[in-house]
């Protein structure tokens, strides 16, 4: 069965980095682009679904 896969909104994410810290599979990295840091997605491959990222993130960046 296909499930969703999360993602960030680089536009909106404020780098906080709780998406980070939940994932257990720690499939998130900080990438810093004109001095702004975001929490970029590793290994969307490997991403379960589990939706743990998106109830941390206080702005709703990252989703499924
Ligand atoms: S949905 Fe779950 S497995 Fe996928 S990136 Fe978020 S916390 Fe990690
Ligand atoms: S929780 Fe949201 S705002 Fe914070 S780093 Fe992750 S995507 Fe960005």
Redesign the pocket.
Known sequence: MEHE??HVDAARCSGCGR?VA????R??AFETHNWKKTSV?QD?E?????????AKCPIDA?A?
């Open positions: 896969l999360a998406c939940a994932c257990a599979l499939l998130f997605m969307a490997r991403c379960s679904g589990c939706g743990d990222c998106v990252s499924k």
